[in-house]
């Protein structure tokens, strides 16, 4: 094959290089013809007809060649390019072919020694449950490893840890210490970024990939140990202390700090061991493990936000290839002590896809992205450096992770908390836009209003692509034109601004985006002009810096994301970035836990369809499979003055709940069941359903039992009745009638006695607040429930989410009906009226 190639190459530049003289015989082009020649290909490798009899004209050395032979040989030299290029193309995909064989190989292999231990193992334990049916006597005993008590604050010690760590971490990347399964919808192949794998039915969360990178192993470890510039969930990383181990490696101990992805949850903290040698082969590695305690590492001050997640052993295993480049594995294995996140939120800390699209997938395209990068493969939008714009995705990325988290070391402090709508205002009195301009001095601060909430039977990266392609369906044109406003000086600066409509239009530029287009970094131009009349013809153009990540409906686990920042036209470079924007993650259903499915497609009806007119649609939840939960974290940022702090907050509080209300319509018109999608926050105190609820459980109250449970004036609104509810003393929890109850609203005493928020009171049942006693009252109590429409449960002790115990006088059940049933006692019995349950709990405590 080789041969016949080269035969060819050799005739084909055979025939370049002749040609036909006057007397119809070949004759060589001379090496000043080619020359000549090879100049003007250079500078144009199609010339015209008039274009080559002028270079016949212009070059005497040509003056005896035809026209037509001069054409052969310009198609005949393109020809020659095109099989150079096809060639080269050729033996860069055979590389990449040999290298994925190559990995694929070892993939197989390691699965063969896993299906060996595994048979193995399961002969070992027929044997044993063997030898005890056959024995009944003997006893089984159980020893445990004894490992010697190792210093981690000597050099000494600190050694035998990583040593230790190297042969964990290399029997994860490349051993069968792991059992691992396929990333589902991450197929390998010559164009993939790799072969991803996810761990199953072991300690924490693992995912485990490996691919090839044209880069070399020690510019790759270098990247990987900067976990910053690709993690966007890393917040800081700090290297306390370093020394060499003895045998050309180092080892390092780091303090991490990692955003949470809602307000929901605190963020997590690591302090680990860092070990970074070479093996005898060639290969590069860094791994890295968690120490127990902390050391010498962070204060207790710093370390006061966060809960401290475990790193079990991980890291990079980096080999050279033949023919340049590397082979990546890389493994990540945590402990995110979900046990400290409410109930709703647990899945996503327990899941192992989540780790893989966060840490080991983007370590991997990051490295790949820098490779290309570096050939000169991608090329990107209004002449931007692709540093430039990576370092704007990662700023947009920082800022909207500091506004969600707002962390008090950096200057946030809670304004308010409106625990009605679960919508929190922070300020950032301290923020250094000051730095960044001198039209920005004036500023008092930035101002953050942000919320999270479950969202059901709604795709995130559908509902994404919805607000970015659709942004006039739920953003405020003003609200915009005033935050850019802030940002750049001008007569047109606040607050003098001048009224500005907007035309509807908005036109996205790209800027540049990932391998894969899983980010996308784009500019938005929103067209808007003055209502002056002296400034009719006058643009009043908004400008937004924009990332947009995760749109595809494919990428199981991946979190999706809209974030956008005001900029000014000129898009400076050091342009000063306030953040706001969007993120969905979505919440896996525990794993083989088909109950949690049913009870989500339950909830979603309670929430939606039991308080809108007409029958509930029955075919509705019967297909459990197509129930999806997310969570939506919304936080919007404001520049103000300090005299105007108290007015931006109003405005950034009613702003956000007409965003909630706009999301709330787009996933109700995106959902793909055709059931409505529920937010955690539509029963919310503040929504039209609560006023109506409120009323009811009122009313009901006062049907069953007699007496009023609120006292409300003659003349007072609706939304009196609901204030009072509210801040009632007692607890007051409302809970869905359906075959595994679960708690649908509560009042601020529900929510505290429960610590729970209104997001994740959803996912509580109503078994799960009673002790046995407490549940054996209420079913013996049920009957008299449902026959007389209410009961009177004697004292005794719930639990809230958090595991404490809680004492109460009395509890109170009744039966909540529509207004019409709730008026007629001849329909107390009909169910289609009874909306849900209502319970009280009188002077409740903590033990």
């Known amino acids: 094959m080789e041969m016949a190639v080269a035969n060819h190459r050799e005739r084909s530049s055979d025939s370049m290089n002749r040609h036909l003289d006057s007397s119809g015989k070949y004759v060589r082009y001379t090496a000043e013809q080619v020359e000549a020649l090879e100049r003007v290909y250079a500078e144009c490798p199609k010339p015209s007809s008039l274009r080559r009899q002028q270079l016949i004209r212009e070059c005497s050395i040509l003056a005896n060649i035809e026209p037509k032979q001069i054409k052969v040989w310009f198609q005949n030299r393109r020809c020659r390019d095109k099989q150079r290029k096809e060639a080269s193309r050729l033996q860069s995909v055979n590389r990449k072919l040999s290298a994925m064989n190559k990995l694929l190989m070892e993939e197989n292999d390691r699965l063969q020694k896993q299906v060996s231990q595994l048979v193995c193992e399961n002969g070992y334990m027929k044997q044993q449950l063997t030898t005890v049916v056959n024995d009944p006597s003997c006893d089984s005993v159980v020893t445990t490893p004894q490992h010697s008590l190792r210093d981690a604050n000597s050099p000494a010690g600190l050694l035998s840890i990583a040593e230790e760590t190297l042969a964990e971490f290399l029997s994860k990347a490349t051993g069968t210490a792991v059992d691992w399964?396929?990333?589902?919808?991450?197929?390998?192949?010559?164009?993939?970024?790799?072969?991803?794998?996810?761990?199953?039915?072991?300690?924490?969360?693992?995912?485990?990939?490996?691919?090839?990178?044209s880069l070399e192993p020690v510019k790759i470890a270098e990247i990987l140990k900067d976990r910053p510039s690709w993690f966007r969930d890393c917040r800081s990383l700090e290297v306390f202390t370093m020394f060499p181990a003895g045998n050309g490696g180092t080892i390092e101990l780091v303090y991490m700090q990692t955003y949470a992805p809602t307000t929901l949850a605190p963020a997590r903290d690591f302090w680990t061991l860092r070990y970074t040698t070479s093996l005898d082969n060639g290969s590069f590695v860094v791994c890295e493990r968690s120490l127990s305690g902390s050391g010498a590492g962070p204060n207790a001050a710093s370390a006061s936000q966060f809960v401290r997640a475990e790193m079990l052993s991980s890291g990079y295993l980096i080999r050279p290839c033949d023919g340049g480049g590397s082979i990546i594995h890389i493994v990540d294995h945590l402990n995110l002590e979900a046990w400290s996140v409410p109930d709703v939120l647990r899945p996503l800390y327990e899941s192992s896809k989540v780790v893989a699209q966060k840490m080991t997938i983007s370590a991997l395209r990051y490295i790949r992205q820098l490779a290309q990068e570096s050939n000169g493969e991608l090329v990107y939008g209004l002449g931007r450096q692709p540093a430039v714009l990576r370092t704007f995705s990662q700023r947009l990325s920082r800022g909207f992770n500091d506004a969600v988290n707002g962390f008090g070391d950096d200057g946030w402090s809670t304004m308010h908390c409106d625990g009605a709508?679960?919508?929190?205002?922070?300020?950032?009195?301290?923020?250094?836009?000051?730095?960044?301009?001198?039209?920005?001095?004036?500023?008092?601060?930035?101002?953050?209003?942000?919320?999270?909430?479950?969202?059901?039977n709604v795709p995130p990266a559908v509902l994404i692509r919805f607000l970015r392609e659709h942004r006039?369906?739920?953003?405020?044109?003003?609200?915009?034109?005033?935050?850019?406003?802030?940002?750049?000086?001008?007569?047109?600066?606040?607050?003098?601004?001048?009224?500005?409509?907007?035309?509807?239009?908005?036109?996205?530029?790209?800027?540049?985006?990932?391998?894969?287009?899983?980010?996308?970094?784009?500019?938005?131009?929103?067209?808007?002009?003055?209502?002056?009349?002296?400034?009719?013809?006058?643009?009043?153009?908004?400008?937004?810096?924009?990332?947009?990540?995760?749109?595809?409906e494919n990428a199981v686990g991946a979190c999706s994301e809209l974030i956008f920042a005001p900029i000014n036209e000129m898009f400076p470079d050091d342009a000063p970035l306030v953040p706001s924007g969007f993120r969905v993650i979505p919440v896996d259903a525990k794993t083989g836990d088909a109950q949690d499915l049913l009870t989500a497609n339950h909830r979603t009806?309670?929430?939606?369809?039991?308080?809108?007119?007409?029958?509930?649609?029955?075919?509705?939840?019967?297909?459990?499979?197509?129930?999806?939960?997310?969570?939506?974290?919304?936080?919007?940022?404001?520049?103000?003055?300090?005299?105007?702090?108290?007015?931006?907050?109003?405005?950034?509080?009613?702003?956000?709940?007409?965003?909630?209300?706009?999301?709330?319509?787009?996933?109700?018109?995106?959902?793909?069941?055709?059931?409505?999608?529920?937010?955690?926050?539509?029963?919310?105190?503040?929504?039209?359903e609560a006023v109506t609820l409120a009323q009811w459980i009122s009313q009901s109250y006062t049907h069953h039992l007699g007496s009023e449970l609120l006292t409300v004036d003659s003349l007072g609104s609706?939304?009196?009745?609901?204030?009072?509810?509210?801040?009632?003393?007692?607890?007051?929890?409302?809970?869905?009638?359906?075959?595994?109850?679960?708690?649908?609203?509560?009042?601020?005493?529900?929510?505290?006695?429960?610590?729970?928020?209104?997001?994740?009171?959803?996912?509580?049942?109503?078994?799960?607040?009673?002790?046995?006693?407490?549940?054996?009252?209420?079913?013996?109590?049920?009957?008299?429930?449902?026959?007389?429409?209410?009961?009177?449960?004697?004292?005794?002790?719930?639990?809230?989410?958090?595991?404490?115990?809680?004492?109460?006088?009395?509890?109170?059940?009744?039966?909540?009906?529509?207004?019409?049933?709730?008026?007629?006692?001849?329909?107390?019995?009909?169910?289609?009226?009874?909306?849900?349950?209502?319970?009280?709990?009188?002077?409740?405590?903590?033990?």
């Open 181 to 213: 399964v396929q990333m589902p919808g991450m197929k390998p192949g010559p164009d993939s970024v790799g072969i991803f794998a996810i761990s199953q039915r072991c300690s924490g969360v693992a995912a485990r990939a490996c691919g090839l990178v």
């Open 421 to 456: 709508e679960d919508i929190i205002v922070a300020i950032n009195s301290t923020k250094h836009l000051n730095n960044m301009s001198n039209s920005l001095s004036f500023l008092g601060g930035v101002l953050c209003a942000k919320a999270s909430m479950l969202l059901q």
């Open 472 to 552: 006039s369906e739920w953003a405020d044109f003003n609200v915009d034109a005033y935050s850019a406003a802030t940002l750049k000086a001008g007569s047109f600066a606040y607050p003098g601004m001048r009224p500005t409509r907007f035309t509807g239009s908005q036109i996205i530029m790209p800027l540049g985006h990932t391998i894969e287009h899983e980010e996308m970094l784009e500019v938005v131009r929103l067209e808007g002009h003055s209502l002056a009349q002296e400034d009719a013809f006058m643009s009043r153009d908004v400008h937004l810096l924009q990332i947009c990540t995760g749109i595809d």
């Open 605 to 688: 009806l309670d929430l939606t369809s039991s308080l809108e007119v007409g029958p509930t649609p029955e075919n509705a939840s019967g297909n459990s499979s197509s129930s999806s939960r997310c969570i939506l974290t919304i936080a919007f940022q404001f520049p103000f003055e300090s005299n105007l702090q108290d007015n931006v907050a109003g405005m950034a509080c009613q702003y956000v709940r007409s965003v909630i209300s706009s999301v709330q319509r787009v996933a109700m018109a995106i959902s793909p069941s055709g059931i409505s999608p529920s937010l955690g926050s539509k029963l919310s105190p503040g929504s039209p």
């Open 718 to 847: 609706n939304d009196s009745v609901l204030k009072l509810l509210w801040d009632h003393q007692d607890a007051i929890l409302c809970c869905s009638l359906k075959p595994q109850p679960v708690f649908m609203f509560a009042n601020q005493a529900g929510l505290d006695m429960l610590e729970t928020t209104l997001v994740a009171l959803q996912d509580i049942t109503l078994e799960k607040i009673f002790d046995e006693s407490g549940r054996k009252a209420l079913c013996s109590d049920f009957a008299k429930l449902m026959q007389q429409g209410y009961a009177c449960l004697p004292s005794g002790i719930c639990l809230s989410t958090m595991g404490r115990h809680v004492t109460y006088e009395q509890a109170v059940a009744w039966k909540v009906f529509a207004p019409a049933a709730s008026s007629s006692e001849n329909n107390d019995g009909n169910d289609n009226t009874l909306h849900c349950l209502a319970f009280s709990f009188v002077n409740w405590s903590f033990v």
